[in-house]
T-cell receptor, first 111, second 114 residues
Framework: SQQGEEDPQALSIQEGENATMNCSYK?????LQWYRQNSGRGLVHLIL?????REKHSGRLRVTLDTSKKSSSLLITASRAADTASYFC???????????FGKGTRLHILP | KAGVTQTPRYLIKTRGQQVTLSCSPI?????VSWYQQTPGQGLQFLFE???????NKGNFPGRFSGRQFSNSRSEMNVSTLELGDSALYLC?????????????FGSGTQLSVL
């Protein structure tokens, strides 16, 4: 299975600090995506990085991908209370393949 | 453009009953995927439909089935409900015209089996 696994399972940091979450997966992938979920609602797409990319930025988000280690990291800089949510990585073998999610990291931003 | 719509939002059933959940994708999206989310197992992939055909399938028993209509709306059915089927069921659509990689999720149907 190419299911990703996030690490840590839970993370609490002070507002303004940076948050880093990691994702490891098992098989070759076409791309890796990160999603956010607020309190039992639907997931929202954050960023996609392709297998031939090493780093990507979007606002306060920075994603890295190391295909040799089959791992990715999501960095949220200058965290805010609104960043409190669960974060999931997701992978697919190719464009038409099913997209499989990890179990997520629960991020809590302390005021 | 309207987002992905799931109905109903909440559902309470008893063991042995069956249930049907509905999902309307974003206009123009021909792919609909279904996921089951529980606290212990995270998001588990159920199946994906594309142009009325099941394109991908997860590892769920045959009690879980789905279909897609010509307008891309999809339904998921669970027969002979078990307590362990209590979960948040999420559907998501994607648009092959923009690469088809990004999923757009609905708010989910919270199913409780008593």
């Amino acid at each position: 299975s190419q299911q990703g696994e996030e690490d840590p399972q839970a993370l609490s940091i002070q507002e303004g600090e940076n948050a880093t979450m990691n994702c490891s997966y098992k098989t070759s992938i076409n791309n890796l995506q990160w999603y956010r979920q607020n309190s039992g609602r639907g997931l929202v797409h954050l960023i996609l990085i392709r297998s031939n990319e090493r780093e990507k930025h979007s606002g306060r988000l920075r994603v890295t991908l190391d295909t040799s280690k089959k791992s990715s990291s999501l960095l949220i800089t200058a965290s805010r209370a609104a960043d409190t949510a669960s974060y999931f990585c997701a992978t697919g073998l190719n464009r038409d393949d099913k997209i499989i999610f990890g179990k997520g990291t629960r991020l809590h931003i302390l005021p | 453009k309207a987002g992905v719509t799931q109905t109903p939002r909440y559902l309470i059933k008893t063991r042995g009953q069956q249930v049907t959940l509905s999902c309307s994708p974003i206009s123009g999206h021909r792919s609909v995927s279904w996921y089951q989310q529980t606290p212990g197992q995270g998001l588990q992939f159920l199946f994906e439909y594309f142009s009325e055909t099941q394109r991908n399938k997860g590892n769920f028993p045959g009690r879980f089935s789905g279909r897609q209509f010509s307008n891309s709306r999809s339904e998921m059915n669970v027969s002979t409900l078990e307590l362990g089927d209590s979960a948040l069921y999420l559907c998501a659509s994607r648009d092959p015209r923009d690469g088809g990689e990004k999923l757009f999720f609905g708010s989910g149907t919270q199913l409780s089996v008593l």
